[in-house]
């Protein structure tokens, strides 16, 4: 009964001295969170790493920047303090027993973009460099769109034209032929405006397959502008009962080869090669 | 004599302060982002990035700058939607800063913590990994940043109405020199 006693007596005699020795033991990291103009960052998360034992531990500085990690064995310590719209800072220290180390943080990047010799052209954009960026974007997804769809009145028209303009062709095949013609050149020209009025984004040099592109509208262009003129001239002949003949002869050849054209340079900046 | 003693001194004492500080300078860099569509996978590289590193009591801070417009996929057209989603014409610049130890230029392998700032945006890469090699004064590092084009709010561009895959990895080739 009396050895009970005494283990118990000496149970709360250990316990009562523990804490004032842990904290007679234990070191203490405080300090203040600013910025690099001196300005307190407020709420910043302070972490500390034991670099030996691993063991971790993280507070929150508060309102005036102030941080407080009590209770820390003594030892070499990797510190890491992070605030929203700033890098992570770390750094080392070591905790010396029962001493409170204050170390102030500094957060902000040390280098800056004209440390690295960008001049301030390069590195400031404007809205107005953007908004003409987002109109360029929006007219050649427009002609892009558009164009795709005239793919499908200008192959139909190539089809159909095998019909209008063989020797026994009825009238109702012309006029289909030639409504489909005429459905193809409106959204050929509709395309052909967005990419044409889209704007040019000065400094840009023209490469790769858009170069393709570019240069097949060169032949595709002046086919459509020139297949319903020599369709019309056709589509006249063959109603007054007329063998096609002269320059409507061309009509199909040209139709063909600007149809390819414009095949081709859907291609081109479809397919990689 | 003292005076003697004294200039001499404080001459060691600034040497050695002086040395404590050192910086790196990026020579050479290529970085190269990859974009998935169902029709192409495209890459482009840029040779335009600028870096810094100042290293002072044991820790290295760097900041490494690319101007958005300098990536080149080898399509001009490509270039300008690139930049123009990625709103390049409103923040020109593509800013990575990291901290490292001084003495993790020792190990062959890194992990940095990166503060991307791109397309207006800031966005944080944990412990990426690079390798690095030492060559004589210089020292070589790759790593990949695996970037998202959702991490900075973008909408994925489009070719023939189907837009690309969202992973947008950096491929990161760099040569740093070590100037005291």
Redesign the interface.
Known sequence: MKATKLILAAGILMLLLSEPLRAQVAAKLAGTVTNQSGAVVPNARVSVKNLVTGQSAETQADSAGLYNLPNLMPGDY?VSVSAE?F??????VTLTQGATQTVNLTLG?????E????SQT?????????????K??HM?KVH??IG?IATAPIVASVITGVFAGGKSTSSTDRWTHLALGSAAGDLYFLSAYYAIRAPR?PG???????RL?KALAWIHGPGMILTPILGAIAFNQKSNGEKVHGIAKAHGPVAIVTASAYGAAILA????W | MKQKILITFLFLALTTFAQTDSQWVLSQSTLTYHVSHPLHQTDGVSHAARGKGVCHAGQCDFLIAVPVKSFDSGDSNRDLHMLQVTRGGEFPMVMVRTSLPEDASASTTIHADLEVQFAGQAVEYKQVPFEQAKQGNETKISGTIPATLSDFKIDPPSLLTIAVKNEIPVRVEMTWRREK
């Open positions: 990797e719209g890098p992570t800072k770390v750094t080392k990047g040390v280098l800056s973009l440390d690295l010799g960008f390069q590195t400031q954009g404007s809205a107005q460099d953007q908004a003409r960026l987002d360029r974007s050649l892009q769109r795709l984004i840009t040099q023209t490469r790769g397959p858009i592109h900046v479809s397919l990689k």
